[in-house]
C-alpha cells in the first residue's frame, strides 16, 4: 500500500521535510516513489510547498496520506481532508481500559 507521508531531512535540531509517496511497509529514510513537496516547520513563516494536483492524482490511485500529510494539505485548501485526519478520543480509551478490566 502507499502512503503520503513526511520524510525528514536536515542536520540536527533543524528539521526540515519532503512530502513524499513511498510504499508503507518501508523504513521511513529509503528511497521514495516520488517527491511531491516539501515543509519547513523551523522558518518564520513556515513554509509548505506541495504539488496539489500530483497529490490529488496519487490518491486517485489508491495512495492515502498520513494524518499529519492531511492536515498540512487541509491547510493547503485540499478538500476530504477530514476522513484522513486522526482524532484521538482520551475519553473513549478510558471507557475502553475500564470495561477491560
Partial sequence: MLVIRLQRTGRQNLAT????VAEKSKAVKKQAVEV????LPTQTPKKIEINLEKVQEWI??????SSTVASLLK???LDGMEKYLDKPNKTAAKKKAEAAA
Fill in 17 to 20: 521535510y519532503r512530502v513524499v
Fill in 75 to 77: 491547510r493547503q485548501g
Fill in 36 to 39: 511531491l513537496g516539501y515543509y
Fill in 60 to 65: 486517485s490511485k489508491g495512495a492515502q496520506p
